[in-house]
Structure formats: C-alpha cells, structure tokens
C-alpha cells in the first residue's frame, strides 16, 4: 500500500471556512469488491471546484473531501496494478484523453491542466497505468509543483527504469541535485534496474552541484558497466568535468571520444571559455569549423563571448558576417550575443540595429538590450527599453531585468527610480527572491539611504548572508561605524559561514579613533578563519592600520605577504601614508619599492608619490619624479599630469605647472581646476581668472573655489561677484565649501554685509562655513561677535576644528582681547578635544606681543616643548620692532639666523628696520652691509587697491 503524501499548497480563491463535503459517485470501471484504498491528494487552483468535480464525475469507490487548500482523493487499487504496465495492449481507448491533456500540459507548463488531467486519469482508471503516470509526474516537474511529482512517485510499488528516470530528471529541472542523487542511491539500494539515461541525469545533477568527485564515480561506473557507447552520456561527462573546472580531464574525455557530434564540440567550446580561456575556447571553435562540423547557434554564441573576453571586437564581426551568411541570424541566441558583444565595446547603435533587425524576440533579447544601455550610461533610454519592454505582453520582466535596473539606480545614485523598482518588485511579489532583495539592499547602501536599507534588511524573512553583508558594508559606506560593527557581532552569533566580503566590509567601519581595538580583533578573527593570505584583507587591513598611524603594524603586514605581494599592496601603503598626512613614510616606502626587482610602479604609485612631494615642497624630488614618468611611458596618462600641476603649483613654480597643463595631451576638468589653482596658490590671480575665460568645461565648485581664492586676492569684487553668479547659474550655491569662499571673498573685499548675508542664507552651515564668518568678523576686528559666533557654532552641534581655534585666537589678537585668548586656549585639549599646534602658538604670541607683553611671550615660547618653530620667534620679533624692543628683538634675532637660514633677510631687514627706530642707525648700516656682502635680497612689495561700492556698509555688519 502506497505512502500517503501531501502537495504543495497553493492560494486558493474561494472561501477558507467552506465546508467540509463528501460525496461517492459511481462509475464501471472500479470493482465493487474491492475494500482497500488509498490516499491521493490533488493540488488545485481552480476558482470553483465543485462544478469541476460534477463535470467530471468521479467513482463510486472514491470518497472525496476538499479543504481551502487542496482537493483530496481516497483511490482504490486498480486490478492492474501488478500487470504489465508497459505493454501498449493496455492502454484503454479512454487513456488517450489523458496523454492528450498532459501532452497539451507538458508543451506549456501549468498546475491547473496538469491538475485537470490527475483528475481525469483518476475518472477513467489510467492513474496505476505507467505511461500516463510517468507523463502526469513529468507535467508536474515542469509546473515546478516538485511534491507533487514526489506524492505520485510514491503511489507506484512496482516501479521500472524509466519512472525512476522521470522522477531523478523532475529533482534535476527543479534544482533538487540532492534529491536526484538520493534517488539514485535509492534505486541502486533497492536493485532496480538503470540505464545510461539515468547515469546521465546524475551526471548532469554533478555538474551542477560542482560535485567532482560523485561525477568520477559516475563515470567509472559508466565505464565498469560499458555504457560509454552512448555518446549523450560521454558529453554529460566531458560537461561535468568543464563544469567542475577539471579541464585536463575533459580535454582527455574528448581525445577519447571515437563518435564526436556537434554537443561534443560545444561542450568543450563553452568549457574552455567557462574556466577563462577564451583563446582555446576560439581556437577550438575554428577547429571545429575545420572538421567539418555544422556548428549552431551554441557554438556561434560561445565563440562571440570569446571574442569579446579576448578583446578582439574584429574576430567578433567576422562571427556575425559569417553568421549571416549561413543564415543564422535568424536563430534568437545568435543576435542575443551580439547585442552583448557590442555594448561591451561601447558600440550601442550597432546593439540596437542587431536588436531591430532581430523578427522574433525574447526576454534574453531584452535584457541583454537594456543591461548594454546602462552599462554605457545611457539612462534614459534604458528606462525607455524598460518601458517598451512591458508593452510588449510577452516579455514579462524577470529577476535578471530587475538587477540590471536596480544595479543601474546603485551606481547612478538614481534614488528616486530605485524605489520605484522597488515598488514594482513589491506589486509583482518578487520581494521575497532573495537576489532582488539584495540588490535593492546594495542600491539604498550606495545612495547614502541608511533608513530605507535598514527597514529591508529587518522585512527579509529569509536573509542569506549576501543581505548580511550587504547590510554591513550599507552601515560602513555611510559612516555608521558602531552599527556595523553590532551587526557583524549578531552574524557571528548566527553561525553562519562567513566570506572574505564579510571581513571586507566590516574592516572598512573601522575609522573613528575609538574603533582601532574593533579592527584589531577583526584582524585576529580573520587569522583564525584561515583569511590571512587573502590580498584584499591584507590590502584592507594596512589601509585601517595607516589611517589609525600605526605604521609599523601596516609596514609589518607587508613584510609578511612579502612572496606574494603584488602592485596593490604597495599602492595601499603609499596611498594610505598620503593622504594621511605621512608624506616622507610615503617617499620611503617608494624608495624600498624600487629596489624590489618583482614589482614595478604603476600610474596610482606616482600620483601619490608626486603629491607627496608636492605636500613637502620638495621641487627637486618632484622633478626627479617628472622625468621618471617619461621614461616610463606613464607620464601621458591624464592623472599623472594633473598631480604633476598640482605638485609645481604648490612648490611656488607656476611656470613648470604651465608648462606641464600646454603640453597635456588630453585635458579634463580636473587638469583645468589644477591649473586654475596653481596661479591662485602662487598669488597670480589675474592669470587664474584669465585661465577661466578659456576653460573647455563646465566649472564645479573646485573652479568656483579657486576662483574665488584669486578675486580675494585681487580684492575684486566685481569678479567676484560675477563669479557669484555662476554659483547660481550652476546650482552649486548650497556647497558649503563655496559658500565658505563667498563668505572670505566678500569679507576680504570689505563687504562683510555681503558675507552676512550668505552665511544666513545658507541652510546647512558646516565648519568650514563658520571658520569662514568667524574669520571674516575677526578679520575686522570685532572679536567679541566672533566669539559669540564660536558659541552659536558650539551650540548648534558642530565640534570646533584646529582652523576653529585659530580664526577665534586670531580674533581676540586683533581686537586686543588678550584674557579671552588664553582662556580659549587653555581649554582646547580639555573642553573641545583639539590639540594645540603652532598655528595657535604664533596667534598667543602675536596676541601678547601686540599687547606689549613681550616678556611673557617670550616666556611662552620658552615653555613650548620640542624644536621651537622659525614662526613663533619671527611674530615676536615683529612685535619688539612695533614697541620697538632693541634689546629682546636682538635675543630673538640670534634664535631666527640659527632656525631659518634660507629666510635670514627678512630677518636682518626686520632688526635693522628695529635699529633705526630706536636710533641705532650705525648697528642698523652694519646689518644691511652684512645682508649685501651674503648677497640676500628682499622679495619686492606691492601695494593693493580696493575699490569699495559701499564703504558705509564695510565695517556695520548685522549682528548674529
């Protein structure tokens, strides 16, 4: 007696308190006499069961009860159940009707026919018949309802060769590869008898499953039984292994092969471009075009992808030529992989003429269209694509549409679409696909959408670790440190087997201070896990240690991969020392580098060196640099040049960045603003804004800005204005790095009203735009607004800045407020956390000195621990020239010819200017006489003239 077994429940749409009936119905065909029966549930999705039972009208030895979810059927055995159930004698007449129906059901897939026709085997007594079971188990298969095919599987217990064969390739079409190679181990247990075909299907169940070993078994076991004679099989094989990376063992099966057909080729044609190499996957096409083999459209489409990996796009439209003239440009998959081949190179008309000419086409058509628009950025007509592709009716937009769209959205930082997809993704019901749930994860995480990211992540019922990771890395992208780090603690608590993108992500939260303990755990764990020798950890690891300034733990990570070190993980190194202020690590590590024969420097190696140098002002380093770029052919990338600009530009040599920018082969904006800065950081204004009149692109706030940094010099503020009003022609008003430049052009300008206003008007003040207003009040001598701006700033959740502290100190300097200066301070490291550096130092000193506390600066200076530097002596020598100090302006002197040599004449030229004041003209003569005999020179001055619209208005500014 059969197993009783359920099926999958499915919606139905009738209600769920409908009663429970039962009903006995008669029919001829079942003996009366017969008393045992058993249980057969009937899946069903009809709007109305009732009138499809009484339409067909079941026997009168079937007891019936349906529930909300399911028809149940209680069956009697059938006298022929033991008979020969092959034997074509027995098929009733009736039986045709069956087959007919399922045939019907097996060409379109659907649960409601196959359903119809169970219930119609049952009616007329074909159920225990074999051939209609095998086929009603095959149209369940390819209806995806598994558990029924499993249910009617096990109603049979007298089953042959070929239903186990339907129900182990049911498990292979519904991706249960477990359960077919379960099923087999469970037909060889019980001593059925199998064939090639279903070797085949275990093979095929390997392949997929990337299990090589049970794929060896198999052909072993093909080969002891001697049923390699079936050349299907020899190709699941030779798949098999291709398919499982094994290459030298496919490519044995093929050389062994007597009987090659055109799914031999193919198999290993698509097996060598499978594991990466396409020049064998083309080489072996060609050959087998030599052969004499008629190749189709699977071979076409392989050799193409091949064509496109080699990066021969020729090769590629020699396939399509030849494709068209043997007429295969009419078979789908052919132009399917044209459109591929080339968007990948950028060629979209050629994609859509291939995509127009194309008669008949399906979801493969379009997706392949819309994924070549947006991987060449063409947004619109992507969405255009999209669009018509819905119009269409038949080509019903799947998964892999849905992550070509939401990828799109991710990159392109397109918020606005990406809900809508998600909306359309909910209205569909694929929320629940875990791809797409991961995708939209990854699109709210690149569009800085924490809230959105955060509330899918928490309605996953189902969450792989892919969405764990994606929600990490959304934590860590956005600045949300602690969150990810309490995520990634709640996944170690799941069990789950953690990946190297799991690692990757959360190292990258580890940036605030507080967080280098968190990584150096992260850095133990991973040890632990077995990921010490993965590049990217590594890679990621040095990058945390450089940003927290423990470079020895990063130089000591490098010394330990020192065998399998590539370009990357110096560049890591190099890149991380740059930009966090390490300028001669930089050059060191650059240095050591060069003397190790394996590695050799790429474009990303001198950008950061080259700006290193530029950092430390180091011109002939930077030019020793510049040459080694042209030797090694990489002083022509765009890149390069630029950093090459910057690097002269901040080295005070205008000319060599000029020089550089007319000889730049391929310019972009970035080389504009380059230039534009150069002149401005070299106090050549009127060039920077001649330079604009010429500029080939549209500016963006780093033009704006250092075009504002040359009117300010200029004090111009007409330009100013006028380059006021390209922030607004250009919509860049709101970035506060401009409206910081407004802010000091138009307080530098004397328009502090003007200054005013912008910071206002501005809606999301940061630091930069406070310092900026602070600065500009002190600028102006009105030091005690500049300090209720500090405590406005303080108040509004801002944390003061190093630049903060300088613009209040400078304030309090110049309008005399010496006690309120100290006290600020004193209280930087303890209140505000902001360590005093000697940009704070000089503006105490110049404070006290213009005080005339000239002692107690001194004083001051004398407790700095460490090397004083040249600028806190040099303010207070100024200050002893304004009181006029003869004797401590000497002391100070003596200090400053020792600390800056290469500035001494301004030095002696401010002593001797001290001389003169106070009447000591012959000490005066001598040092002037001294200055002229070591040939010194005194940069030549300029005066500047500002022409003020409204002085009135210059120095009233409304209050905060």
Same mark, same amino acid.
């Given at each position: 007696?059969?197993?009783?077994?359920?099926?999958?429940?499915?919606?139905?749409?009738?209600?769920?308190?409908?009663?429970?009936?039962?009903?006995?119905?008669?029919?001829?065909?079942?003996?009366?006499?017969?008393?045992?029966?058993?249980?057969?549930?009937?899946?069903?999705?009809?709007?109305?069961?009732?009138?499809?039972?009484?339409?067909?009208?079941?026997?009168?030895?079937?007891?019936?009860?349906?529930?909300?979810?399911?028809?149940?059927?209680?069956?009697?055995?059938?006298?022929?159940?033991?008979?020969?159930?092959?034997?074509?004698?027995?098929?009733?007449?009736?039986?045709?009707?069956?087959?007919?129906?399922?045939?019907?059901?097996?060409?379109?897939?659907?649960?409601?026919?196959?359903?119809?026709?169970?219930?119609?085997?049952?009616?007329?007594?074909?159920?225990?018949?074999?051939?209609?079971?095998?086929?009603?188990?095959?149209?369940?298969?390819?209806?995806?309802?598994?558990?029924?095919?499993?249910?009617?599987?096990?109603?049979?217990?007298?089953?042959?060769?070929?239903?186990?064969?339907?129900?182990?390739?049911?498990?292979?079409?519904?991706?249960?590869?477990?359960?077919?190679?379960?099923?087999?181990?469970?037909?060889?247990?019980?001593?059925?008898?199998?064939?090639?075909?279903?070797?085949?299907?275990?093979?095929?169940?390997?392949?997929?499953?990337?299990?090589?070993?049970?794929?060896?078994?198999?052909?072993?076991?093909?080969?002891?039984?001697?049923?390699?004679?079936?050349?299907?099989?020899?190709?699941?094989?030779?798949?098999?292994?291709?398919?499982?990376?094994?290459?030298?063992?496919?490519?044995?099966?093929?050389?062994?092969?007597?009987?090659?057909?055109?799914?031999?080729?193919?198999?290993?044609?698509?097996?060598?471009?499978?594991?990466?190499?396409?020049?064998?996957?083309?080489?072996?096409?060609?050959?087998?075009?030599?052969?004499?083999?008629?190749?189709?459209?699977?071979?076409?489409?392989?050799?193409?992808?091949?064509?496109?990996?080699?990066?021969?796009?020729?090769?590629?439209?020699?396939?399509?030529?030849?494709?068209?003239?043997?007429?295969?440009?009419?078979?789908?998959?052919?132009?399917?992989?044209? #459109? $591929? @081949?080339?968007? /990948?190179?950028?060629?979209?008309?050629?994609? !859509? =003429? +291939?995509?127009?000419?194309? *008669?008949? %086409?399906?979801?493969?058509?379009?997706?392949?269209?819309?994924?070549?628009?947006?991987?060449?950025?063409?947004?619109?007509?992507?969405?255009?694509?999209?669009?018509?592709?819905?119009?269409?009716?038949?080509?019903?937009?799947?998964?892999?549409?849905?992550?070509?769209? #939401? $990828? @799109?959205?991710? /990159?392109?930082?397109?918020?606005?679409?990406? !809900? =809508? +997809?998600?909306?359309?993704? *909910?209205? %569909?019901?694929?929320?629940?696909?875990?791809?797409?749930?991961?995708?939209?994860?990854?699109?709210?995480?690149?569009?800085?959408?924490?809230?959105?990211?955060?509330?899918?992540?928490?309605?996953?019922?189902?969450?792989?670790?892919?969405?764990?990771?994606?929600?990490?890395?959304?934590?860590?992208?956005?600045?949300?440190?602690?969150?990810?780090?309490?995520?990634?603690?709640?996944?170690?608590?799941? %069990?789950?087997?953690?990946?190297?993108?799991?690692?990757?992500?959360?190292?990258?939260?580890?940036?605030?201070?507080?967080?280098?303990?968190?990584?150096?755990?992260?850095?133990?764990?991973?040890?632990?896990?077995?990921?010490?020798?993965?590049?990217?950890?590594?890679?990621?690891?040095?990058?945390?240690?450089?940003?927290?300034?423990?470079?020895?733990?990063?130089?000591?990570?490098?010394?330990?991969?020192?065998?399998?070190?590539?370009?990357?993980?110096?560049?890591?190194?190099?890149?991380?020392?740059?930009?966090?202020?390490?300028?001669?690590?930089?050059?060191?590590?650059?240095?050591?580098?060069?003397?190790?024969?394996?590695?050799?420097?790429?474009?990303?190696?001198?950008?950061?060196?080259?700006?290193?140098?530029?950092?430390?002002?180091?011109?002939?380093?930077?030019?020793?640099?510049?040459?080694?770029?042209?030797?090694?052919?990489?002083?022509?990338?765009?890149?390069?040049?630029?950093?090459?600009?910057?690097?002269?530009?901040?080295?005070?040599?205008?000319?060599?960045?000029?020089?550089?920018?007319?000889?730049?082969?391929?310019?972009?904006?970035?080389?504009?603003?380059?230039?534009?800065?150069?002149?401005?950081?070299?106090?050549?204004?009127?060039?920077?804004?001649?330079?604009?009149?010429?500029?080939?692109?549209?500016?963006?706030?780093?033009?704006?800005?250092?075009?504002?940094?040359?009117?300010?010099?200029?004090?111009?503020?007409?330009?100013?204005?006028?380059?006021?009003?390209?922030?607004?022609?250009?919509?860049?008003?709101?970035?506060?790095?401009?409206?910081?430049?407004?802010?000091?052009?138009?307080?530098?300008?004397?328009?502090?009203?003007?200054?005013?206003?912008?910071?206002?008007?501005?809606?999301?003040?940061?630091?930069?735009?406070?310092?900026?207003?602070?600065?500009?009040?002190?600028?102006?001598?009105?030091?005690?607004?500049?300090?209720?701006?500090?405590?406005?700033?303080?108040?509004?959740?801002?944390?003061?800045?190093?630049?903060?502290?300088?613009?209040?100190?400078?304030?309090?300097?110049?309008?005399?407020?010496?006690?309120?200066?100290?006290?600020?301070?004193?209280?930087?490291?303890?209140?505000?956390?902001?360590?005093?550096?000697?940009?704070?130092?000089?503006?105490?000193?110049?404070?006290?000195?213009?005080?005339?506390?000239?002692?107690?600066?001194?004083?001051?200076?004398?407790?700095?621990?460490?090397?004083?530097?040249?600028?806190?002596?040099?303010?207070?020598?100024?200050?002893?020239?304004?009181?006029?100090?003869?004797?401590?302006?000497?002391?100070?002197?003596?200090?400053?010819?020792?600390?800056?040599?290469?500035?001494?004449?301004?030095?002696?030229?401010?002593?001797?200017?001290?001389?003169?004041?106070?009447?000591?003209?012959?000490?005066?003569?001598?040092?002037?006489?001294?200055?002229?005999?070591?040939?010194?020179?005194?940069?030549?001055?300029?005066?500047?003239?500002?022409?003020?619209?409204?002085?009135?208005?210059?120095?009233?500014?409304?209050?905060?």
């Amino acid at each position: 007696m059969g197993s009783c077994w359920a099926a999958k429940s499915s919606k139905a749409n009738f209600p769920r308190d409908l009663i429970r009936l039962t009903g006995y119905f008669s029919s001829a065909l079942l003996p009366r006499n017969q008393s045992s029966s058993k249980r057969i549930i009937v899946p069903c999705k009809l709007k109305h069961p009732l009138l499809f039972i009484e339409s067909y009208g079941l026997c009168s030895n079937v007891h019936l009860s349906f529930t909300a979810n399911s028809l149940q059927f209680c069956t009697v055995h059938h006298p022929f159940v033991k008979t020969s159930q092959r034997d074509p004698h027995q098929l009733y007449t009736r039986f045709y009707d069956v087959i007919d129906l399922l045939k019907s059901s097996m060409a379109r897939p659907n649960l409601v026919t196959t359903t119809i026709a169970h219930c119609l085997a049952i009616k007329v007594g074909a159920l225990a018949h074999l051939p209609v079971c095998t086929s009603l188990l095959t149209s369940y298969s390819r209806a995806k309802d598994l558990s029924s095919s499993l249910g009617l599987f096990d109603e049979f217990s007298n089953k042959d060769v070929i239903l186990w064969n339907a129900i182990i390739n049911a498990a292979v079409e519904n991706n249960s590869y477990n359960v077919a190679t379960r099923f087999f181990i469970e037909m060889t247990e019980v001593g059925a008898a199998f064939d090639s075909t279903t070797l085949l299907l275990i093979v095929s169940a390997s392949s997929h499953m990337k299990y090589l070993k049970c794929g060896k078994s198999i052909h072993c076991l093909s080969i002891k039984l001697g049923m390699l004679w079936d050349c299907n099989l020899c190709n699941a094989v030779l798949d098999m292994y291709a398919k499982c990376g094994d290459l030298s063992s496919s490519q044995s099966m093929f050389t062994w092969m007597e009987t090659r057909d055109v799914i031999t080729w193919n198999s290993m044609v698509n097996g060598f471009l499978y594991n990466g190499h396409p020049e064998k996957s083309f080489w072996c096409f060609r050959e087998m075009i030599c052969f004499g083999i008629r190749v189709d459209s699977v071979s076409l489409s392989c050799a193409i992808s091949a064509s496109a990996d080699m990066g021969e796009l020729s090769s590629g439209q020699a396939i399509h030529a030849w494709g068209i003239k043997q007429g295969y440009n009419y078979d789908i998959s052919f132009p399917n992989s044209l #459109i $591929s @081949l080339y968007s /990948e190179y950028g060629d979209i008309e050629a994609s !859509k =003429s +291939v995509f127009k000419e194309m *008669v008949v %086409r399906d979801v493969v058509s379009w997706n392949a269209m819309i994924r070549g628009l947006a991987s060449n950025g063409r947004v619109v007509e992507t969405f255009d694509m999209l669009y018509k592709m819905q119009l269409t009716g038949y080509a019903q937009l799947g998964v892999a549409t849905l992550f070509t769209i #939401i $990828s @799109l959205c991710a /990159e392109q930082m397109l918020l606005r679409e990406g !809900k =809508s +997809v998600h909306g359309f993704t *909910v209205r %569909r019901q694929m929320i629940s696909d875990v791809w797409v749930t991961n995708s939209l994860l990854d699109m709210y995480s690149k569009c800085d959408c924490v809230v959105k990211g955060e509330f899918l992540f928490n309605t996953i019922p189902r969450r792989d670790l892919v969405s764990w990771n994606a929600m990490i890395s959304c934590y860590s992208r956005n600045g949300y440190s602690k969150e990810a780090q309490s995520l990634f603690t709640k996944l170690i608590h799941q %069990r789950l087997q953690l990946s190297f993108s799991t690692v990757l992500a959360v190292i990258s939260s580890c940036i605030p201070p507080d967080s280098l303990q968190f990584g150096k755990s992260i850095h133990c764990w991973g040890q632990k896990a077995g990921f010490s020798n993965n590049i990217l950890i590594v890679n990621s690891l040095m990058h945390m240690y450089v940003n927290f300034g423990d470079l020895p733990a990063a130089f000591m990570l490098l010394e330990r991969i020192h065998a399998e070190e590539d370009i990357a993980c110096w560049n890591t190194i190099i890149a991380g020392c740059t930009r966090n202020g390490h300028f001669r690590e930089a050059l060191a590590t650059f240095n050591w580098m060069r003397q190790e024969i394996s590695v050799m420097w790429d474009s990303i190696t001198l950008v950061n060196v080259i700006s290193a140098c530029g950092n430390l002002a180091l011109l002939c380093e930077g030019k020793s640099l510049h040459g080694l770029a042209i030797k090694t052919f990489v002083g022509s990338e765009t890149r390069v040049q630029n950093a090459l600009i910057t690097m002269y530009g901040r080295c005070s040599h205008a000319k060599s960045a000029k020089s550089v920018f007319d000889f730049c082969s391929s310019r972009n904006l970035c080389s504009w603003n380059c230039m534009i800065s150069a002149f401005s950081q070299n106090k050549e204004g009127r060039r920077a804004l001649e330079l604009f009149h010429f500029l080939e692109f549209e500016p963006n706030e780093i033009t704006i800005v250092a075009l504002l940094s040359a009117c300010n010099q200029l004090g111009l503020s007409r330009q100013g204005k006028q380059i006021h009003g390209h922030v607004f022609r250009f919509g860049i008003s709101e970035n506060s790095f401009v409206t910081a430049a407004l802010v000091d052009m138009y307080s530098n300008c004397g328009r502090l009203d003007l200054g005013w206003q912008i910071f206002t008007k501005s809606e999301e003040k940061s630091i930069a735009v406070w310092n900026s207003m602070i600065s500009a009040y002190g600028y102006h001598g009105n030091g005690k607004m500049a300090i209720q701006l500090f405590h406005k700033m303080c108040d509004s959740g801002i944390r003061p800045s190093k630049s903060s502290f300088v613009n209040l100190l400078s304030a309090c300097s110049h309008s005399g407020l010496v006690n309120e200066g100290l006290s600020y301070y004193r209280v930087m490291l303890g209140e505000y956390g902001v360590e005093a550096v000697t940009e704070h130092q000089v503006c105490i000193v110049d404070m006290l000195g213009r005080a005339g506390k000239l002692q107690e600066a001194y004083e001051f200076i004398n407790q700095i621990p460490g090397e004083t530097e040249a600028g806190l002596w040099g303010a207070l020598l100024s200050a002893c020239n304004y009181h006029g100090n003869v004797e401590m302006g000497r002391k100070v002197a003596q200090h400053l010819f020792g600390l800056e040599p290469e500035n001494v004449v301004g030095y002696y030229i401010a002593l001797a200017n001290l001389y003169v004041g106070a009447g000591g003209w012959k000490d005066a003569v001598e040092l002037r006489q001294i200055a002229q005999h070591k040939n010194l020179k005194k940069l030549p001055a300029y005066s500047l003239l500002i022409n003020i619209d409204a002085a009135s208005s210059s120095t009233a500014a409304s209050s905060p």
